[in-house]
């Protein structure tokens, strides 16, 4: 029996994400928002778990309450239970301070044996929140797992697999460990239309509601004020203007693309 | 409490040789470090480094401070984590920057969270403002936007940066430095490195390529050797994918541009099968010179492009090696 904990991102679909550049603000007004995307292979890899080794799968958001949406979807998936850290205190946070959080509602569940990450965000993108959680709670953490190789009961030993840049590693560790994976690691199931219907009309058993009072957290270690960074300001990015000329294909058409690649002295 | 002071920069080492990230960071450190006006100092660990001790003086620091054992042979974040911590406590740099390789953006937040003090991802940019504090610019929401970040009060403020962002200083070996030999004790650690397998790939990396051939999932597999061919028309050239090839095992890793892969900026980037989807394009958006290729008019990745081509590849990729092998 192994205890999973998976944390998602409720995030804009940042596809659809605008920049008003008057206000200096971003536009969310009518973005639809989604579970982080390698969120949901986080999920998919914890119930794969379940179903290898048996246990519970604990899925965890940090967010406004719109985020209840997301975590319906996950218990759709097959997640047992879903806990929405919700608090106008937790608001402002960075990644160190949401780390915080997120670890100190994690060790309120008890149990823990693995918690799994998406590898970053689309939104923020930082990916820090595993490396984070895992130094808070003084276990081991990898980011970037490709596949877990072994998970030994007795023993309590993991080993995995990851790539990086020039090869692979195997690690091994005792449990409990955090680690956190991309898009692409596995396909994530579809949710099942009637466990949708079950965390609807009775969410209340599928789904808890947290707020600062129900986990053991410093003050001065959350939302804004146990946040090291401030963001300052944010302008639209400079795009570098393209000469985007498109034709449809014709022999001539290579021709003039040769000569524009001499004429921009890229030939 | 000593003051934080001075600018420092993490060297990551694999099997004694330097990334060049971590070079290429030496340069921004600098350039702080003299407005700061305070020391540029480098970190580095491994096992038999004597030999490159002396690089990042070379890149313009003033001073490395270096740990060379056995057990440091391979990374392994636990144990680097807590070497880095203890240089950091000892040390006290008010920056210290570290390279956004796939071990620096793990090692980066986990000895930030030790430390409980702020760090900022992926900077494309860095300044200093009146307080004297780091301005760390990052483009996050897939680059369309640029965050100006302060750690205002917190020390270390810890950076990282992809690869590829900044140039690299030029090599000076004339460049005169301090060397400092450390030794930290650490705790044996809970994470075990059982293997590690280098990849076999010796092909011309993509990040140092000059002109990239970029492949989709447009493209059938039995088509690669296509891409191949037009690469071999250029000079230090490579061959890029999208993620979804990799994920599908038909790619290696390191042939990924993208948000969750590599930062290129080759003087030419040829995209073909590829739809210019924002993760994609957060990879290759400060290319010299953008041609596309796809069969769907209104694929995105035609507003990203200097040169649009809407057609099919099995028909224009052969045509285009005729064309360019006569003109070039
Ligand atoms: C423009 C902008 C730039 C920012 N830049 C920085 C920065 O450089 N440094 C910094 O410290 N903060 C930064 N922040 C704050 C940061 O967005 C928040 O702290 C955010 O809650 C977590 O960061 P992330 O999205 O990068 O998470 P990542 O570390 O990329 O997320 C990795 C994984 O952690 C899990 N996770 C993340 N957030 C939650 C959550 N709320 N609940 C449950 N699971 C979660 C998910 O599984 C996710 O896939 C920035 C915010 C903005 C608006
Ligand atoms: C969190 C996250 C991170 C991601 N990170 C990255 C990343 O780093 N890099 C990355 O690339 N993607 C990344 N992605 C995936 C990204 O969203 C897209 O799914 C991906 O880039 C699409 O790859 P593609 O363009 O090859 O395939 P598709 O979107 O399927 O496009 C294929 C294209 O080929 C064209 N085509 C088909 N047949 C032909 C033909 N015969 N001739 C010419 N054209 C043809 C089609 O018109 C189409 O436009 C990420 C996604 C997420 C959610």
Redesign the pocket.
């Given at each position: 029996m192994l205890n999973m904990v998976?944390?998602?991102?409720w995030?804009p679909d940042t596809a659809d994400v605008k920049f008003d550049p008057a206000k200096g603000t971003l536009i969310r007004e009518g973005v639809e928002s989604i579970i982080?995307p390698?969120?949901l292979n986080?999920i998919e890899l914890a119930l794969s778990i379940k179903e290898k080794y048996g246990g519970k799968v604990y899925v965890?958001?940090?967010?406004p309450p719109a985020a209840l949406k997301g975590l319906k979807i996950a218990i759709a998936m097959g997640a047992d239970k879903a806990i929405l850290?919700t608090d106008r205190r937790f608001a402002g946070?960075?990644?160190?301070?949401?780390s915080y959080t997120?670890a100190m509602a994690i060790r309120k569940i008890g149990s823990y044996d693995i918690i799994?990450?998406?590898?970053?965000?689309i939104?923020?993108?930082?990916?820090?929140?595993?490396p984070e959680v895992g130094e808070i709670l003084g276990i081991s953490h990898v980011s970037y797992i490709k596949r877990i190789l072994n998970i030994d009961l007795t023993s309590k030993i993991i080993e995995l697999e990851r790539e990086v840049e020039n090869g692979v590693e195997v690690y091994k560790s005792k449990l409990p460990i955090v680690v956190?994976v991309g898009v692409g690691v596995n396909n994530p199931r579809y949710p099942i239309p009637i466990r949708r219907l079950h965390a609807e009309i009775e969410t209340d058993k599928y789904i808890e509601i947290w707020g600062l009072s129900n986990i053991d957290a410093e003050l001065d270690r959350i939302g804004l004020q146990g946040?090291p960074?401030r963001?300052i300001k944010?302008i639209a990015a400079p795009t570098v203007q393209r000469r985007m000329e498109v034709f449809q294909y014709s022999k001539e058409v290579l021709n003039l693309m040769v000569k524009r690649l001499r004429e921009c002295e890229v030939l | 409490m000593v003051e934080f002071s001075g600018v420092c920069v993490y060297i990551e080492q694999r099997r004694g040789i330097i990334q060049e990230a971590s070079l290429q960071l030496l340069g921004e450190g600098r350039r702080l470090a003299d407005k700061l006006n305070v020391n540029l100092m480098a970190f580095m660990i491994g096992y038999d480094i004597n030999s490159i001790i002396n690089e990042p003086i070379y890149y313009g620091a003033d001073r490395v401070v270096y740990i060379d054992d056995e057990i440091y042979r391979y990374y392994n974040v636990e144990v680097y984590t807590q070497v880095l911590v203890e240089l950091l406590l000892k040390y006290r740099p008010e920056i210290f920057l570290v390279a956004g390789t796939k071990y620096g953006r793990e090692l980066a937040p986990s000895i930030a969270a030790r430390l409980e003090t702020?760090?900022?991802?992926d900077c494309t940019g860095f300044d200093i403002d009146e307080s004297r504090n780091l301005v760390?610019i990052?483009p996050?929401?897939g680059g369309r936007?640029l965050?100006y970040?302060i750690t205002p009060i917190k020390r270390p403020q810890i950076a990282t940066a992809r690869p590829n962002v900044f140039p690299a200083p030029k090599r000076n070996i004339d460049r005169k430095g301090e060397v400092i030999c450390e030794n930290v004790s650490i705790k044996k650690p809970r994470l075990e490195l059982v293997e590690f397998k280098e990849s076999g790939d010796k092909e011309l990396p993509i990040e140092k390529a000059e002109v990239i051939i970029a492949i989709g999932r447009g493209l059938s597999k039995s088509d690669y050797h296509l891409a191949y061919e037009l690469c071999k028309v250029f000079s230090n050239s490579a061959v890029g994918c999208s993620r979804p090839l990799v994920d599908q095992g038909l790619m290696p890793r390191s042939k990924q541009v993208g948000q969750t892969g590599k930062t290129v900026r080759p003087k030419l980037y040829i995209a073909i099968g590829i739809s210019g989807a924002v993760q994609h394009i957060a990879g290759m958006k400060d290319s010299r010179y953008v041609i596309a290729i796809n069969k769907d008019p209104n694929a995105e990745i035609f507003k990203f492009c200097d040169f649009g081509i809407v057609g099919d590849y099995k028909e224009i990729i052969p045509e285009l090696i005729k064309v360019l092998r006569s003109k070039h």
């Open positions: 998976v944390g998602v991102k995030v982080n390698p969120d986080a965890i958001s940090m967010s850290l946070a960075d990644t160190l301070a949401t997120l799994i990450f998406g590898e970053e965000t939104d923020s993108a930082t990916g820090h929140v595993g956190s946040s960074t963001v944010i | 702020g760090i900022t991802a760390q990052r996050p929401f936007v965050a970040i």
